[in-house]
């Protein structure tokens, strides 16, 4: 059997965590020869809840986790790491937009950038979560510079899922016969769900998405709209963010990350933008990438039609405007 994995869940302690710590531990995301060590960072108020999802971990006596490393220490949590799942942050609640949250969770990711750099693996592979996740990621990289910025990406996972279950419901096929839904941009408001590439497996052959639901207006209206307000819509349903549905989004964006995507699918990953479909640059944009020997590429040469262009342009000034404010407060 390989080497166990050291793998940290920042947040460990909150809800998101509860439902992600079970699939990364089973192997759903390294897969089923893969075993791993879990460090789990939260902070020191936590510590007593933490004992107890350890004992939890325990109790589900799960044949590839090789250990437990529980702590509210950054320089424990970020040792020798080879992948981080940067959950730990305040979630926003009713009438707040995500960058609301930039004031108080942004120095966190400053200070685990910090760590990263002193104590992990090189090549770790960081998804960060926490919101406002695009910002958060920048700046988490910035703090680390001796490892690569192509390692540090934003959770728009979540949007990708929620866009292929909408259209799946329209179509009324299963989920996993529709691919390759983009998500633009910043998780946020303004991001663009694009289903313009989409396609649709029906008796085994592919069709557009556009062409089989034939309703425009719908598509660049009720859809997009559904999929940007999806998070405030579990937000005023559950007086508490989405967390089982974020769980599953982050084990799916480390599972592709680690492992590859399946031919001729992509899927949406915040990641360091070098201009590409005219995005600015030096932001975490969210891209149609595919993933091959645990590198993403953004997928090129898609057709962008002045509808998506203004979103698109949209969401960037967005993500330049959070970089500037995330600056401020860093530097204040
Ligand atoms: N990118 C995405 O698609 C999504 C992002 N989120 C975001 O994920 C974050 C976590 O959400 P939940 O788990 O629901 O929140 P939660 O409040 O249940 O848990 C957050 C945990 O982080 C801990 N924490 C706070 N500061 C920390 C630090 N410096 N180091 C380590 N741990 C720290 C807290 O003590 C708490 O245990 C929020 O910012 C939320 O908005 C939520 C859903 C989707
Ligand atoms: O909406 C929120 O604040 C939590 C989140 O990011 C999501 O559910 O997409």
Same mark, same amino acid.
């Given at each position: ?71 509210? !220490? ?5 040792? !020798? ?252």
């Amino acid at each position: 059997m390989a080497e166990p994995l050291r793998v940290v869940v920042t947040g460990a302690a909150g809800q998101i965590a509860y439902s992600l710590l079970y699939i990364v531990a089973k192997g759903d995301v390294f897969g089923p020869n893969q075993p791993i060590i879990l460090h789990l960072l939260d902070i020191p108020p936590m510590m007593g809840v933490l004992e107890g999802v350890v004992m939890e971990l325990a109790d589900c006596a799960l044949p590839l986790l090789h250990g437990v490393v529980p702590t509210d !220490d950054p320089a424990v949590a970020f040792k !020798d790491v080879t992948a981080a799942f940067l959950v730990g942050a305040m979630p926003r609640k009713q009438g707040m937009e995500r960058k609301d949250l930039l004031s108080a969770n942004v120095k966190i990711f400053k200070v685990q950038g910090e760590a990263l750099d002193k104590y992990a693996k090189k090549d770790v592979k960081v998804l960060v979560v926490g919101n406002p996740a695009n910002t958060n990621a920048l700046i988490c990289s910035r703090y680390a510079p001796s490892i690569p910025k192509e390692n540090f990406t934003a959770m728009t996972r979540l949007d990708q899922n929620r866009a292929q279950a909408q259209i799946a419901a329209k179509l009324g096929v299963p989920v996993r016969q529709v691919s390759n839904l983009i998500i633009w941009g910043n998780h946020s408001s303004t991001q663009f769900p694009d289903a313009s590439h989409a396609l649709v497996n029906i008796n085994g052959a592919n069709t557009a998405v556009v062409e089989a639901i034939k309703d425009a207006a719908w598509l660049n209206s009720v859809f997009v709209e559904t999929v940007q307000k999806r998070g405030a819509a579990v937000i005023n349903a559950r007086k508490m963010s989405s967390a089982m549905s974020a769980a599953k989004a982050a084990s799916d964006h480390m599972r592709d990350w680690f492992l590859g995507t399946e031919d001729g699918r992509f899927v949406s990953m915040g990641v360091i933008s070098d201009g590409s479909y005219c995005a600015p640059k030096d932001v975490i944009f969210s891209f149609p990438v595919t993933i091959k020997c645990g590198k993403w590429k953004i997928v090129q040469e898609l057709g962008i039609t002045d509808f998506a262009r203004k979103l698109l342009d949209a969401t960037g000034k967005e993500l330049e405007e959070e970089r500037q404010e995330a600056i401020q407060i860093i530097e204040a």
